[in-house]
């Protein structure tokens, strides 16, 4: 929760729900942020970031395969944070942590209208500590002044967490001026849905041409709206037709499941990272480290061979077929 104007005097709570939150320096009823759990799930709270520019009420989620850092985040619009301020605070979350809230930083990579020099400063600072930003693409701002255009504000960062183990969408279910966004975290990697369409590369357009050719109606009567709409529904109709017979079925394809363990998509998302900055920097220490995460990388693959062998062995039986 980003805003949430509370105080040191402020009591609020929910049943089954622990609340951190982290308060305005100044002790007034603006600013400040929180974040809510359920009580069930391991945590600890991590010291308060509260600077005038920006508040964040942290805590350490005892998860796996490894702990997370997760924080809520307000920035005050009249504030404007520089680079190094946004740095200092990603220093303090450790290497692996996300970062949900008002930011009110505007730049078009993470879909707002127009870049401002807050925006700007948060950018570099993201491409420098080796972030990535999570946004809907969507205006979650909307100002009550109707002279001011709605805007994207409410987006997460994060360090640590793979891109394509994370899914965000919008949510309108509120009545704040900030529409909520939800990001969900899984084990595995998401895929995105595909987009209908309508033909492919298969498309028969002789068959197509000839469908339509034979089944058109041309001697439609349009006089009024009413006919209007039947027409263009038995043309849209038609057009589906003409497709669905012109075109072959869609191969069925069976993707293999990613039975890599985590542990070593970890290690080589790790060695690729560090590949890249000593290909970057040639510096002697970035070669050090990318050696080592190599050969920590060589050994868990061998390891995990053996073990795969050696379950097969064992499970071999005088009954089996392939003896």
């Not at 005892?62 to 997760?70: H, N, V």
């Not at 709605?150 to 640590?160: I, T």
């Not at 209007?228 to 497709?243: H, I, V, W």
Request: hydrophobic fraction near 35%; aromatic fraction near 10%; include cysteine.
């Amino acid at each position: 929760m980003s805003e949430t104007h509370f105080t040191s005097r402020t009591v609020f709570k929910i049943p089954r729900y622990t609340v951190c939150h982290t308060i305005h320096p100044d002790d007034t009823a603006h600013g400040g942020a929180a974040v809510i759990l359920r009580s069930s799930i391991r945590h600890h709270e991590l010291p308060h970031y509260q600077p005038d520019k920006l508040q964040a009420a942290t805590i350490q989620l005892d998860a796996r395969p490894w702990p997370l850092t997760i924080s809520a985040i307000y920035c005050p619009p009249r504030h404007a944070s520089s680079t190094d301020d946004y740095m200092t605070f990603f220093r303090s979350l450790g290497s692996r942590f996300l970062i949900g809230g008002d930011w009110n930083a505007k730049h078009t990579a993470w879909g707002a209208r127009l870049i401002t020099r807050k925006g700007r400063f948060l950018f570099n600072a993201i491409t420098s500590y080796n972030c990535h930003y999570f946004s809907t693409g969507e205006p979650t701002q909307w100002p009550t002044d109707l002279t001011k255009l709605p805007d994207l504000l409410d987006f997460l960062v994060a360090r640590g967490v793979p891109a394509n183990h994370t899914q965000v969408e919008p949510v309108f279910e509120l009545s704040s001026d900030h529409s909520p966004v939800n990001a969900t975290i899984s084990a595995s990697a998401t895929n995105n849905a595909a987009s209908p369409k309508l033909t492919t590369t298969h498309t028969s357009w002789d068959m197509f041409r000839d469908y339509i050719d034979e089944h058109i109606n041309l001697r439609l009567h349009i006089k009024d709206c009413a006919e209007l709409d039947e027409a263009k529904q038995y043309f849209t109709t038609l057009l589906q037709a003409a497709e669905w017979h012109s075109t072959p079925p869609p191969r069925a394809r069976t993707k293999p499941a990613d039975i890599t363990p985590f542990h070593i998509r970890e290690l080589i998302a790790e060695k690729r990272r560090s590949r890249g900055r000593w290909q970057r920097s040639r510096n002697q220490g970035d070669r050090l480290i990318y050696n080592r995460l190599k050969r920590q990388l060589q050994t868990a693959l061998r390891n995990a061979s053996n073990a795969t062998s050696e379950h097969y062995l064992t499970s071999l039986s005088p009954s089996d077929n392939t003896l």
